[in-house]
Nanobody, 121 residues
Framework: QVQLVESGGGLVQAGGSLRLSCSASGSISRIYAMGWYRQAPGKQRELVALITSGGSTNYADSVKGRFAISRDNAKNTVYLQMNSLKPEDTAVYYC???????????????WGKGILVTVSS
């Protein structure tokens, strides 16, 4: 019913920048919040950044001041601008959407397939 498609990952040197995008489509009435999570090898998935439809944001301490999340509500798209990247930012990044379906039901577990970000030292 809902598809999330991420783009923009890749390989970058430490100190560099990348911009991730995620677009949601399907039987969507309204998106409450969209966020980015990441999972490094051998580690649990963790929240990176979250943004609500009203523009409120929340960041992991490890990325504050370096990453910026934004969204285009009209396009159901969320972005993650990542600057001053560090090798420890290397992970698979997943997009998540907390939304209301056209049926009126709320569905929170909407995930993209993930996109790899590799930061070389």
């Amino acid at each position: 019913q809902v598809q999330l498609v991420e783009s923009g990952g890749g390989l970058v040197q430490a100190g560099g920048s990348l911009r991730l995008s995620c677009s949601a489509s399907g039987s969507i009435s309204r998106i409450y919040a969209m966020g980015w999570y990441r999972q490094a090898p051998g580690k649990q998935r963790e929240l990176v950044a979250l943004i609500t439809s009203g523009g409120s944001t929340n960041y992991a301490d490890s990325v504050k001041g370096r990453f910026a999340i934004s969204r285009d509500n009209a396009k159901n798209t969320v972005y993650l601008q990542m600057n001053s990247l560090k090798p420890e930012d290397t992970a698979v990044y997943y997009c998540n959407a907390d939304l209301f379906l056209s049926s009126g039901l709320r569905k929170r577990d909407n995930w993209g397939k993930g996109i790899l970000v590799t930061v070389s030292s």
